[in-house]
C-alpha cells in the first residue's frame, strides 16, 4: 500500500485529489495539509510514502516544506504540485530535492500513474514543463550575450561581466535572490553582492527600478 499526503491550501484541490487517490488500488491517503509547515510536522509524525506538495502556500511555501522533509525524513518521495505558469520555480524545487512534479490540471489516470512510476525511482517531469525547464537552462548555457544591445551599454559607458549577464536576465525573468542561488549554484551572499555591483552600475538600490532599466538595455527582440 502506498501512503500518501496531500499538502495544498485550496480545499477543493486537496479533496477532489483525496476522492482520486482513494479511489485507487494499492494507494492511500493518510493526511490532508493546508501549508507547508503542516506538512511538514506530518510527515515526521506519519511518515507518508509519497506527499503531493503545493508549490505557493502560506506560513511556509512547498519548496522550503520538502527541504525540511528531505532533511528529516529523505526517503519520502516529494512530488511538487504546480500549474504551467508556475515553471521558474522547477528549478528551485529540483535543487532541493523534489522527485518530481505534477501539473494540477493532469488527467486523474496521469497523476495515478506517476506516483507509482516515482515510488519505482523515477523523476516525474511533465513534457510541458520539461520543454519550459529545457529553454530556461539553454538560454543560461549560452549566457545570452546577444540579449543586450551592446551600442547602448557602450553609449552609457556600461559594462558587465558574463555572470552579471546571467543574473541580470534572471532578475528580468523575476526570479527571486534565492531561485537566482538555485540557478546558477551560487551561495545566497555571493548573489546579494552580484547584485549589489549590478544596482551600483545601474546608480540605483530600488530592485523595481533595476529592473525597468536592464529591461531598456535589451536588444528589441531580446525577452
Keep these: 500500500m502506498i501512503r500518501i499526503m496531500i499538502a495544498d491550501d485550496q480545499r477543493l484541490l486537496r479533496e477532489g485529489l ?51 522533509i528531505k532533511r528529516d525524513a529523505p526517503d519520502t518521495i516529494v512530488l511538487m504540485l504546480t500549474t504551467f505558469a508556475e515553471d521558474r520555480f522547477i528549478i528551485d524545487a529540483m535543487a532541493g530535492g523534489a522527485d518530481g512534479f505534477l501539473l494540477k490540471d493532469m488527467p486523474s489516470k496521469q497523476i495515478v500513474r506517476t506516483i507509482r512510476e516515482a515510488m519505482d525511482g523515477g523523476v516525474m517531469l511533465p513534457a510541458a514543463i520539461a520543454s519550459k525547464l529545457a529553454a530556461r537552462l539553454s538560454v543560461l548555457s549560452r549566457g545570452r550575450a546577444d540579449s543586450f544591445d551592446e551600442q547602448k551599454l557602450s553609449r552609457l559607458g556600461l559594462s558587465f561581466t558574463e555572470r552579471e549577464r546571467k543574473i541580470m536576465l534572471l532578475m528580468l525573468e523575476g526570479y527571486s535572490n534565492r531561485q537566482i542561488s538555485s540557478t546558477l549554484f551560487m551561495g545566497d551572499g555571493t548573489v546579494r553582492n552580484y547584485i549589489s555591483v549590478i544596482y551600483n552600475k545601474l546608480g540605483t538600490s530600488d530592485r523595481k527600478e533595476a529592473v525597468a532599466v536592464m529591461r531598456g538595455l535589451l536588444l528589441d527582440d531580446g525577452p
Excluded at 40 to 45: D, F, G, L, M, P
Excluded at 54 to 63: A, N, R, T
Design 18 to 68: 483525496q476522492t482520486i487517490l482513494q479511489a485507487e488500488e494499492g494507494l492511500s491517503v493518510i493526511g490532508l495539509c493546508e501549508n507547508g509547515q503542516e506538512a511538514w510536522r506530518q510527515t515526521i509524525e506519519n511518515r507518508p510514502d509519497v506527499i503531493l506538495m503545493d508549490i505557493k502556500m502560506p506560513v511556509m511555501d512547498g519548496i522550503e516544506a520538502m527541504r525540511l
